[in-house]
């Protein structure tokens, strides 16, 4: 408990540390991650209809907003067309999760390298009495731990974001298709 407490602290800290420009960016992290699970939930979402429908062209849809969506007079042009919009937004879900997955360690970097920069000013500009008095093993062991907060810390909490609206998505999306299952 007492690591999980400091590690939100550690993360109030960070958020206030940054400026409005690394702020958008995360809040763009944020958008980014929401239409990564957009797509992949649509895929999710025509992925069933239209395996029932390539199994059974007789298949009815039973919500009615897919049924509406896909038409109930179905054929075997009307499959391919569905099969390859779902071939192409499959595609263009994997490119934004590709593009976020990018972006997130991007920005994790870009942070983990500023956070850097400022820990070695402040040793570099220490009085000489400090760097006579400490060892050097110990300002590289504490530089170094910048790099684990980001590793460690920071990349986690945004694949613990991302995966979370992902399954929030998912689990919509399975409620939307089968709410009388449910």
Same mark, same amino acid.
């Given at each position: ?15 206030? %540390? ?12 944020? %958008? ?16 069933? *209809? ?6 059974? *062209? ?10 509406? %969506? ?36 991007? %920005? ?12 070695? !000013? ?39 974001? !991302? ?15 089968? *709410?009388?299952?449910?």
């Amino acid at each position: 408990y007492l690591e999980a407490n400091n590690t939100l602290v550690l993360l109030i800290k960070l958020f206030k %540390f940054k400026n409005k420009n690394e702020k958008r960016k995360l809040f763009f992290l944020i %958008f980014h991650s929401l239409m990564v699970s957009l797509l992949e939930t649509s895929v999710i979402l025509l992925l069933a *209809p239209f395996l029932s429908l390539l199994v059974n *062209p007789s298949y009815k849809v039973s919500n009615n907003y897919i049924s509406n %969506f896909l038409n109930s007079n179905f054929d075997s042009n009307h499959i391919y067309i569905l099969g390859s919009f779902l071939v192409v937004l499959t595609f263009l879900s994997a490119l934004m999760r590709t593009t976020y997955i990018y972006n997130e360690r991007n %920005f994790a970097a870009k942070l983990g390298t500023k956070l850097s920069i400022k820990a070695y !000013s402040n040793v570099i500009h220490q009085p000489l009495e400090y760097h006579i008095g400490s060892r050097s093993s110990n300002i590289i062991s504490n530089l170094t731990y910048v790099n684990l907060l980001i590793t460690g810390v920071l990349q986690p909490v945004f694949q613990i974001i !991302s995966t979370s609206i992902l399954a929030l998505g998912i689990i919509t999306t399975i409620l939307f298709i089968y *709410p009388t299952e449910s």
